[in-house]
């Protein structure tokens, strides 16, 4: 069974940044996808960034330039640098994990079989 842990998130001004992390355990780790949602309070849950197995990455238009994902080499833990924070990038922020989905399918959270717990990000002056 596949866990996944998050750490980091909390308050920070407008223009910060906060680095979230997500380390997996427990599965069978092949040609997979580590990814990010965020949610808000009566909305669905929207794509942030994912990255491959293979360190291939894609991000919502929304974090372009400012998110960055990264992969440890050697491990299945992924951390998500976001820099020039803004008051809509608020949510609850879930990694997801899945390997067996298809790159057509990583902004879609319906297609993942594993998720964090979630974690609070709160960007306001």
């Known amino acids: 069974q596949v866990q996944l842990v998050e750490s980091g998130g909390g308050l920070v001004q407008p223009g910060g940044s906060l680095r979230l992390s997500c380390a997996a355990s427990?599965?069978?780790?092949?040609?997979?996808?580590m990814a990010w949602f965020r949610q808000v309070p009566g909305q669905e849950r929207e794509f942030v960034a994912a990255?491959?197995?293979?360190?291939?990455?894609a991000y919502a238009e929304s974090v372009k330039g400012r998110f960055t994902l990264t992969k440890e080499n050697g491990k299945n833990t992924v951390h998500l640098q976001m820099n020039s924070l803004k008051p809509e990038d608020t949510g609850v922020y879930y990694c997801?994990?899945?390997?067996?989905?298809?790159?057509?399918?990583?902004?879609?959270?319906?297609?993942?079989?594993?998720w964090g717990q979630g974690t609070q990000v709160t960007v306001s002056s």
């Open positions: 997801a994990f899945d390997p067996r989905i298809i790159l057509s399918s990583i902004r879609d959270s319906s297609q993942y079989d594993y």
């Open positions: 427990g599965g069978n780790f092949g040609r997979y996808y």
């Open positions: 990255i491959s197995w293979s360190r291939s990455t």
